[in-house]
């Protein structure tokens, strides 16, 4: 019965895995898988669906549909109100053009550094702090590439080289802005904003220099070894000064605004006080609609409108994240109802694995992934509802185990040439760069990061 199960789960992965390869749409696809697991597992009479007698419909089909329905009902619940908001937020910043300005403001200073690899390598560091407000990794890196990539050019690093550093500027997933460091954050039973300063300042204080010492070596040689000369007339390297044009330059500071308000109001600083990501960012567009009136005051009532944008935002992400989660979750459920789980944990015990190999194993699957399916959300959100479980069988922290499936999804997703981030970045290089020949660029720099996250983790919480 073990082998018949274990041969049903993996072609069950293999055929999930193979169809989000061809782009099938994740959800279905991921949900597909979970309710076949879950149904072979009820056939089987390894587990039933619904594992408490009391909360099953008494109907093992029906059963299928209820743990959808309670899934579904958990996670558009607090954490993915906070997932919703987040993304809304994202989209309402670039809507009003606060997060181009910011963007422009915070990366000029890099161009009067002089050496341009230099200059290269810091793009990294600055991108990856503009993360922390901007937590979209396409969004970011199209960003990047408006701004700076003429920059970069101008100074003469080659197109590759540019491209490559913007491209893996999102890497680490950060700050109570991201969708994902919140899931995460609620699977280790932390407040975001602890989840953020205790446990993500410390990796990133480890990975971001370590990354951006290894771009500056990578991009450096590599651009020596196919023998690249900078062509400073190049016409592409001109910089454009119409980014963001009308905006005025304070509206910089609005993205910052909810971060602003969680860093004050926190069990860590002012404890009189407490601040919920979803207040904080309701608070940001009820100023920003307010700035709006005052700057636009002949058009006030359209300005007042674009409040419609966040809410929109926020179907959006309820139609694209929150429903992936549960379809993440469902899969997740599917595995563990086919004790595959539990095979794992055993047989790592067995062969004698502690916390840190098995830390080590599931950041090598979860990055595997999410090279494979180019997204670092989609098996993000499918193995992170497993973290608690793995931590609880080897005696650690949840926390430990969830930073760094979290943090090493988006290195993945970094070194597959089909995900959002690398594709928007190939596609603003007019045909110059292909997302496959960015790969070459960001594997190592994206390895040494994933190193740099295990290295932290066990440094700083084991």
């Known amino acids: 019965m073990q082998l018949l199960s274990i041969a049903i789960t993996l072609v069950v992965v ?11 749409k994740p959800h279905a696809i991921l949900l597909g898988g979970g309710i076949v697991l879950l149904l072979s597992a009820q056939f089987l009479g390894i587990n039933n669906i619904i594992t408490d007698v009391e909360k099953s419909t008494g109907f093992w089909l029906f059963d299928v549909f209820e743990l959808m329905r309670t899934t579904l009902q958990k996670d558009a619940g607090a ?12 989209m309402f910043m670039n809507h009003v053009g606060a997060s181009d300005v910011m963007v422009k403001i915070c990366t000029k200073p890099l161009k009067h550094l002089g050496s341009p690899y230099i200059v290269l390598a810091l793009t990294y560091t600055v991108g990856q702090l503009l993360n922390i407000f901007v937590p979209s990794a396409a969004g970011l890196s199209v960003l990047l590439m408006a701004t700076v990539y003429p920059v970069l050019i101008a100074l003469g690093v080659s197109h590759l080289s540019a491209a490559a550093v913007i491209a893996s500027a999102a890497c680490l997933d950060l ?17 975001p904003m602890t989840y953020f300063i205790k446990y993500q300042v410390p990796i990133m204080a480890v990975v971001i220099p370590l990354v951006t010492v290894t771009h500056y070596l990578v991009q450096k040689y590599f651009d020596k070894k196919d023998g ?25 500071l609005l993205p910052l605004f909810p971060l602003v308000l969680l860093l004050l109001f926190n069990e860590l600083v002012i404890t009189s006080i407490k601040m919920n990501v979803v207040t904080a960012m309701m608070m940001g567009v009820c100023l920003t609609i307010i700035l709006e009136v005052i700057r636009k005051p002949k058009h006030a009532f359209d300005s007042v409108k674009i409040i419609d944008v966040f809410f929109g935002g926020m179907g959006k992400q309820f139609a694209n994240i929150i429903t992936l989660i549960m379809s993440g979750e469902i899969f997740a459920e599917g595995l563990k109802r086919m004790g595959m789980i539990d095979l794992i944990i055993e047989g790592a015990q067995n062969i004698g694995f502690g916390p840190i190999p098995m830390t080590i194993v599931m950041v090598a699957i979860i990055m595997i992934s999410a090279i494979i399916m180019g997204s670092g959300a989609a098996p993000f959100y499918a193995f992170i509802a497993l973290a608690p479980t793995v931590s609880e069988s080897f005696g650690i922290h949840p926390v430990i185990m969830c930073l760094a499936m979290q943090l090493a999804t988006g290195m993945g997703r970094n070194m597959s040439p089909i995900s959002s981030c690398m594709v928007a970045t190939a596609g603003c290089t007019d045909g110059k ?8 660029r960001t594997v190592i720099p994206m390895f040494v990061g994933a190193v740099g996250l295990i290295l932290g983790d066990v440094i700083f919480f084991m």
């Open 433 to 440: 760069v292909l997302s496959v020949d960015l790969v070459k």
């Open 228 to 252: 690249f000369v900078a062509n400073k007339n190049d016409a592409s390297a001109q910089e454009d000064d119409t980014t963001a044009a009308g905006v005025p330059k304070f509206y910089a």
């Open 79 to 90: 954490t993915g109100m906070v997932i919703m908001a987040a993304g809304a937020y994202a």
């Open 175 to 191: 700050g109570p802005a991201s969708g994902a460091s919140n899931m995460a954050a609620e699977m280790a039973g932390l407040e």
């Open 14 to 24: 293999v055929l999930v895995s193979a169809m989000i390869l061809k782009k099938y």
